[in-house]
């Protein structure tokens, strides 16, 4: 089955520390983004890429860091720089040309202590 | 993006249509009206777009005013899945471009047994 996957689902971390979380895809998609989501509001993009080794910073893309070495993957690594980590974060990706159908992961929820 | 304006909760009753409405009076001609659903902790869903004609897929039916100044989303018979929070997006399509989606609270949707 394509699909995204994100991993792990619930990650815990102590402050100060930076945590990376894993998106892969294999739906053969040239563009893939970051959001972050807070308890009872929208999403925020934090960072997206639309072709391999090439990304743009989103709304929030402080303390946030993300590299996209492979079509497949796109790993975001939340810094000790941000301030407020504790967050539900999403994976997506799209068909280039096609931002508009974007297609989530399940998300990966982290709590910083 | 033009600025979309949705209530921020809905009951529907098992079985029943559930029209869900959108405003957007500043939308421009070029912006497109997009819809997602987010189900409780889960990614987004892509639901349906359109630009000024009427659109229905599997999933939705999307109505847009003459006027295009508001819409809305038809669920024709509500299940029990299509408890979730459903947003409205509202944004111009300009083909290859690096392009982000907005998503604002949207509303969350009930349906009732």
């Known amino acids: 089955d394509g699909g995204i996957t994100q991993s792990p689902k619930y990650l815990f971390r102590k402050e100060g520390q930076n945590v990376t979380l894993s998106c892969e895809q294999n739906l053969n998609h040239d563009a893939m983004y970051w959001y972050r989501q807070d308890p009872g509001q929208g999403l925020r993009l934090i960072y997206y890429?639309?072709?391999?080794?090439?990304?743009q910073k989103g709304d929030i893309a402080e303390g946030y860091s993300v590299s996209r070495e492979k079509k497949e993957s796109f790993p975001l690594t939340v810094t000790s720089a941000q301030k407020n980590p504790t967050a539900f974060y999403l994976c997506?990706?799209?068909?280039?040309?096609?931002?508009?159908?974007?297609?989530f992961g399940p998300g990966t929820r982290l709590t910083v202590t | 993006d033009a600025k979309t304006t949705q209530p921020p909760s809905m009951d529907c009753a098992e079985g029943r249509a559930a029209n869900l409405p959108c405003n957007h009076s500043?939308?421009?001609?070029?912006?497109?009206v997009y819809w997602y659903r987010q189900i409780h902790s889960q990614g987004p869903q892509y639901i349906i777009h359109?630009?000024?004609n009427n659109e229905t897929n599997e999933m939705a039916s999307l109505i847009i005013t003459e006027d295009r100044k508001s819409s809305t989303l038809i669920l024709p018979h509500a299940t029990l899945r299509d408890t979730a929070v459903y947003y409205c997006?509202?944004?111009?399509?300009?083909?290859?471009?690096?392009?982000?989606?907005?998503f604002g609270k949207g509303t969350k949707l009930s349906v009732i047994p």
């Open positions: 359109g630009l000024k």
């Open positions: 890429s639309q072709i391999v080794n090439d990304f």
């Open positions: 997506a990706s799209s068909i280039s040309g096609r931002f508009y159908e974007q297609y």
């Open positions: 997006i509202a944004k111009a399509y300009s083909g290859a471009g690096s392009y982000q989606l907005t």
């Open positions: 500043t939308i421009s001609g070029n912006e497109y």
